[in-house]
């Protein structure tokens, strides 16, 4: 059977979630297999939220935010930078491969950017193949 | 003991710990005389000269109160907590390695081949040319030799069998363990079961009184001996990493208090079930930078990300063992 990764998508609400509802209004065809998850600003999301992402059987987690300067909170897209990076640090450690958990900037004007990065990604995903994290957490012995 | 009530019954046990926890509950001193007037010690490996049948040959919930302390690493551990757990009326998870899974959980990052390859192959101190590797069983003429099968993955006493209470620290303060063991004694009400007692449920910042401002800016992370601490300032806005902002409160500081950066031995604070992705958090938000190469830059300096944030965590945690 084809794999079809599961990709979960955190956009902000002001400028990434604008930029995929554009890309849905324009009619522009991507691939299907982001969730998309609406927070109100790429810094509220917390590391513990990519990481259940993971845990409940996400094969790639996607975040998007305003471009740098453009935060509608002036400074939170930067702490989601921040976290990214050290994020990417502990994923690696922990074995996961660091393309699985991708950054991008997406403005509320970007619906074809957003539209080519979920095909790009869900690309590089399915090319890597399932995250076997579930499997790796269900054995105890 | 004419009239008064029965003894308590109490029971401490290790299972994968380095016995610190065993030597918190000794240094009670001459409160001792209070602990053994109130209870019986009827099981201590590190103290008394008991055996495991004796504890098998018990009546269910023959133990009132059962301190257990240590991970689970092998099977001789899990052997142990399942029996502790079906003898005892109270089981306690004692200490950092029975709560969260505490140093010896830090083998998570490898599984039972990678240890022993490294432990019976290829520590420089090792000479085994024959290769001899530890099996559960072997026949030699005289009978059939077992010992404990080591398990991929360490895990932390709850995951293994139902927990009552959790006391958590590395090891716990003596002091609230007098506390818990005082409250039980005299028949108090308890808390409600699941509970972490012996401790305080907001974060160590909430307890420190080192001088902390609004303003955390860091720009570069320091080892603790790289600065000359002020013993006055918070040690975050000094630019050395604390577990402090992440950490349940309850021992009284004491590391901060010695000059030293908080560990995290007592787990997260109540309502937190990953303790190093709040820790990812909170860092990410004191660094003052913008540009993701300086950003990085500064991360350089966070060396060992999971095993830092994680020291005392890792079974517990989210991604509680390295995928392999």
Redesign the interface.
Known sequence: MEFKPRIVAFLCNWCSYTGADLAGTSRMQYKANVRAIRVMCSGRI???FV??S??KGADGVLICGCH?GDCHYQEGN??C???F???Q???K????GTERLKLEWISASEGKQFAELVNSFSETITKMGPC??KD??A??? | MEGSKPKLKLAVYWAAACGGCCVSVLDVHEKLFDVVAAADLVFWPIALDTKYKDVEEMPDQHIDLTLFNGAIRNSENEHMAKLLRKKSKILVAYGSCSHLGGIPGLAN?SNREDLFNRVYSECESVDNPGKVRPLPEYKVKEGTLKIPEF???V?SLA?VVDVDYSIPGCPPQTERLLEVFNAIVSGAELPPKGSVIGAGTKTQCDDCTRKKSENKKIKKFYRPWEIKDDGVTCFMEQGVLCMGPATRSGCGYRCIKGNAPCRGCYGPPDGV??P???M??A???I?D??D?EE??RV?ED?V????L?YRFSLPVS???????
């Open positions: 917390e590391p513990t990481l259940r993971f845990i740098p930067y702490r930078l921040r976290r990076l050290l994020l640090k502990y994923i450690q922990m074995g996961i076997k994290i790796t957490m054995v105890l012995t | 990052f398990f991929n993955d895990r995951q079930t990953d190093g992705a709040k990812m958090s860092i990410a938000s660094i930078e913008k993701p950003i990085s991360l966070v060992d990300p999971a095993g944030f989210l991604i509680r063992r390295k995928l392999v």
